[in-house]
């Protein structure tokens, strides 16, 4: 069965450093992968996705991930973490992917804090 | 930029009550979900609708819980009765050839 996992519940980084929250997957196909961002009480908002190609995807506000298949893992990075970064970040795999049709199973998210 | 639209923000209701949600995708999206967050957790889906027709809903509670998407646009997930597990927020999204577009959920709490 399809799964993602996010080993980390709560990550603390100081404004300025720099930012990578893991996640990993399980699925037996090419994986279409995506992270979001919540703010509480929000919903929530695409910060980029990888479907094919290069290996490294940008996104928004800054962020970036690398889809490494040898090692199931999705990473998000940042290289200068904002106060304003301070959200909860999920995430996801799209099962049976294509056109309007794709389902996504998320992982159980990851608090990031920022500490001034 | 459109956005999707769900309504009321916020719900309290007593347990065995009844309680209802809507959202309104974004004009011209063809699919619409409606997901389950409880706190602390992912989302996690309970019905996907292709224009009016179920095309998902092997994790709908079926028993209480009810959706329907009656013109292919807005949609209504019922909840009846209430019960205490079921306070979660309650998010919809659609989508078209693109990923998900989420909207703020509805917060529901059961008492």
Same mark, same amino acid.
């Given at each position: 069965?399809?799964?993602?996992t996010?080993?980390?519940?709560?990550?603390?980084?100081?404004?300025?450093?720099?930012?990578?929250? /893991?996640?990993?997957?399980?699925?037996g196909?090419?994986?279409y992968?995506?992270?979001?961002?919540?703010?509480?009480?929000?919903?929530?908002?695409?910060?980029l996705?990888?479907?094919s190609?290069?290996?490294?995807?940008?996104?928004?506000?800054?962020?970036?991930?690398?889809?490494? /298949?040898s090692?199931?893992s999705?990473?998000?990075r940042?290289?200068?973490?904002?106060?304003?970064?301070?959200?909860?970040?999920?995430?996801?795999?799209?099962?049976?992917?294509?056109?309007?049709?794709?389902?996504?199973?998320?992982?159980k998210?990851?608090?990031?804090?920022?500490?001034? | 930029?459109?956005?999707?639209?769900?309504?009321?923000?916020?719900?309290?209701t007593?347990?065995?009550?009844?309680?209802?949600?809507?959202?309104?995708?974004?004009?011209?999206?063809?699919?619409?979900?409606?997901?389950?967050?409880?706190?602390?957790?992912?989302?996690?889906?309970?019905?996907?609708?292709?224009d009016?027709?179920?095309?998902?809903d092997?994790?709908?509670?079926?028993?209480?819980?009810?959706?329907e998407?009656?013109?292919?646009?807005?949609s209504?997930?019922?909840?009846?009765?209430?019960e205490?597990?079921?306070?979660?927020?309650?998010?919809?999204?659609?989508?078209?050839?693109?990923?998900?577009h989420?909207?703020?959920?509805?917060?529901?709490?059961?008492?």
């Open positions: 069965a399809q799964s993602v996010q080993p980390d519940i709560h990550i603390t980084v100081s404004e300025g450093a720099s930012l990578e929250l /893991r996640c990993n997957y399980s699925y196909a090419t994986p992968l995506f992270w979001y961002v919540q703010s509480p009480g929000q919903g929530l908002q695409l910060l996705k990888y479907f190609g290069d290996t490294l995807v940008q996104g928004i506000k800054g962020f970036e991930a690398e889809f490494k /298949r090692q199931s999705f990473n998000l940042k290289p200068s973490v904002h106060w304003s970064d301070a959200a909860e970040y999920f995430c996801a795999v799209a099962v049976n992917y294509g056109g309007s049709q794709g389902n996504l199973i998320f992982g998210g990851t608090k990031l804090s920022v500490k001034p | 930029e459109a956005e999707v639209a769900q309504s009321p923000r916020y719900k309290i007593e347990k065995s009550q009844a309680v209802a949600f809507w959202c309104d995708p974004i004009s011209g999206h063809a699919t619409l979900y409606w997901y389950r967050q409880i706190l602390g957790q992912g989302p996690e889906l309970l019905v996907q609708f292709q009016e027709s179920v095309v998902d092997s994790q709908l509670p079926k028993d209480r819980f009810s959706a998407r009656l013109k292919g646009v807005d209504t997930l019922k909840i009846q009765p209430a205490l597990g079921d306070s979660a927020m309650y998010l919809c999204a659609s989508s078209l050839d693109s990923p998900l989420f909207g703020n959920g509805t917060r529901l709490t059961v008492t």
